[in-house]
């Protein structure tokens, strides 16, 4: 742990003098030839300015958009800090984003450049590159054989870095770094959406340093800390947070691929690290599984251990000392139990941020009762992006916690049924609020007014200042009864459930709610075998009535506690997962509604056709 660091105004004020003031060995840990190898913060300011160098080099100047098509790696992190400094707005694409995304993207942002990963990325832009006239260059991360003809200037990075690699470029990089202003444009970044098509989203320098600096404070840091970057960059999520550890010394270390973090996380073993909820359903899931397996005394001995976990939550969520009998058993649990489940994300992890997306206050219990320590909080692209967040001492599960220093929230309109309140529209003020969309003038007037921005999003606050996200304003439906539902409140009941992988509720103008539900299918399978259900593939076992049947049970215990017209009534069950290659979700990882939607509206009407278990109750 480390004091808190001086104020700055700019990212490349903050970059300069957080490597002025850590001269760290360690500040970047990437991975090459199957080992991690550390990059000092000296290294790394040298690479910068040999960077900052090239692409003026290249034409990229103070007010020029680059973009950047790459998963998470050290080149990504050290482009963006050399744009910065040149002046110039970082304008991140998705990685996982097909080519009509990326041509739309490079041609709204009349991006003068490029740099990417990967030879498959590299194919994304050369196929759209004859329709891009304002693009002048691409530079390749990757080292190819060759690079494929894509109209223009393409070059590896590295080469064109190397080449700029002496004492001149420092010099030129700290001059240009510092004429930054803390009203410019530091980037743009286009919003995954899911439903129309990406809006521009424009933060200023002060915007994320602002973000920064309401947060720096209520998560201490410091050199001894490590960070895993695996959420993607392009997002302002993690691109904040990573900010954030490099202002306070901590090092981050790039994950290889989603697919290789379990192995990453056992390799550097890092303290603190971001998510969104799915991993943390993954990790509950995969604990489930086991003990299921296990024998009977063994997860005796986990209900026993779990049991006396979940006593300890409450104090540990207001960090009070547990009594010294619940801390005796809790200390024989986590030798028992729990440091096992720990050991799996490298046993060190002792801050875990969590969003993008509601994380089941289930699955939050669960984390706090075997030692994760999770902190919850709510944000957008247009706020840089933390509102709130659950922090040390003031953690109430369910919610996304306190509105952050010098942020304001107001709640505007209200959706309420006869049984209370559904939420109200939250809207955000404060200097981390985007300054609007590039260049849409009709969604800037829709959006954001006398300062305030309208997020979309429903909420409420309670009496302690906790803010509790219950939907968004879009996908709010009313029933066929008049009834408002919020189907993201409904959706969360199935996060982490064992035998739920995804679900999409639906309802708007029906006479019951109903879902499409992506099973688990492990366990689907499990229990086919076990009740002898003959089936030669997934369509096949997602339509026996056996399994629908089973799926139902476990769908009616879930909404049990729910008033009559918020319970799912009806599901079907879908026989693939809904990804991201097949459009139907974000790169963000939120499903796509309307085109799911659209895409199942045959199976959606088949289910409104058939006659209720029960009678609907008004």
Not at 471 to 492: C, I, Q
Not at 503 to 509: C, Y
Request: aromatic fraction near 8%; proline fraction near 6%; charged fraction near 25%.
């Amino acid at each position: 742990m480390t004091t808190s660091a001086p104020s700055v105004n700019t990212l490349n004020e903050l970059f300069l003098t957080s490597v002025e003031r850590h001269h760290k060995p360690d500040a970047f840990l990437t991975k090459s030839g199957g080992q991690y190898r550390p990059v000092s913060s000296q290294e790394a300011l040298a690479t910068v300015a040999a960077c900052a160098k090239a692409l003026d080099t290249l034409g990229v100047h103070t007010g020029d958009r680059l973009a950047i098509l790459s998963d998470n790696r050290l080149e990504w992190a050290l482009t963006d800090y050399a744009a910065l400094g040149l002046g110039a707005a970082t304008v991140p694409i998705y990685p996982t984003v097909p080519e009509l995304d990326v041509e739309y993207i490079l041609r709204d942002s009349a991006a003068k450049g490029i740099v990417v990963s990967t030879a498959e990325q590299l194919r994304k832009v050369s196929s759209v590159r004859c329709r891009l006239p304002d693009l002048e260059f691409v530079l390749v991360m990757d080292t190819l054989q060759e690079t494929q003809d894509s109209g223009g200037r393409t070059e590896q990075w590295w080469d064109a870095v190397g080449r700029e690699r002496h004492a001149d470029a420092l010099e030129f990089f700290r001059a240009r770094a510092g004429q930054a202003q803390a009203g410019d444009t530091a980037t743009i970044l286009y919003t995954s959406g899911t439903t129309g098509t990406p809006k521009g989203v424009v933060l200023t320098h002060s915007n994320i340093v602002s973000n920064i600096q309401a947060t720096i404070d209520m998560f201490p840091m410091g050199p001894s800390d490590i960070g895993i970057s695996f959420l993607p960059l392009s997002h302002i999520f993690e691109r904040m947070l990573d900010f954030s550890y490099f202002r306070q010394g901590v090092g981050i270390a790039y994950a290889e691929s989603f697919e290789a973090l379990p192995q990453n996380l056992l390799e550097m073993r890092p303290t603190v690290m971001a998510v969104v909820p799915r991993v943390l359903e993954k990790v509950y899931e995969k604990v489930m599984e086991k003990v299921g397996s296990s024998s009977a005394v063994q997860q005796r001995i986990f209900r026993w251990a779990l049991s006396v976990g979940e006593a300890a939550v409450p104090y540990r969520l207001e960090a009070r000392p547990l009594p010294f009998g619940l801390a005796l058993r809790r200390r024989l649990a986590d030798r028992l139990v729990f440091s096992k489940i720990r050991e799996r994300m490298g046993g060190r992890v002792s801050v875990i941020f969590s969003g993008s997306a509601p994380l089941s206050p289930a699955v939050a219990r669960f984390c706090w009762a075997v030692g994760l320590t999770v902190y919850e909080g709510y944000g957008l692209t247009e706020t840089s992006p933390v509102v709130a967040v659950n922090r040390p001492g003031a953690t109430r599960l369910g919610t996304v916690g306190p509105v952050i220093p010098d942020v304001e929230v107001l709640l505007g309109d209200e959706f309420s049924n006869d049984d209370g309140v559904v939420g109200r529209e939250i809207l955000v003020r404060g200097p981390n609020v985007s300054p609007g969309y590039y260049h849409l003038d009709e969604e800037n007037r829709q959006s954001f007014e006398d300062g305030w921005f309208r997020t979309g999003d429903l909420g409420t606050l309670d009496a302690g200042g906790y803010l509790t996200i219950t939907g968004r304003k879009k996908h709010l439906f009313k029933t066929s009864g008049g009834k408002y539902v919020a189907p993201e409140k409904l959706e969360s009941l199935f996060q982490g459930h064992p035998i739920v992988a995804q679900a999409l509720v639906i309802g708007d103008k029906r006479r019951f709610v109903s879902a499409l539900i992506v099973p688990n299918f492990s366990r689907l399978e499990i229990y086919a075998q076990e009740h002898h259900i003959q089936f030669s593939s997934r369509e096949e076992l997602v339509s026996h009535h056996e399994i629908r049947a089973f799926v139902e049970r476990h769908v009616e215990t879930l909404m049990a506690h729910l008033p009559p017209h918020e319970r799912v009534r009806q599901i079907a069950l879908l026989p693939r997962e809904l990804t991201i290659a097949a459009g139907e979700v974000s790169p963000s990882l939120k499903i796509r509604r309307r085109v799911v939607e659209e895409r199942y509206q045959e199976l959606i009407e088949e289910i409104y056709r058939r006659r209720l278990p029960q009678p609907q109750v008004a």
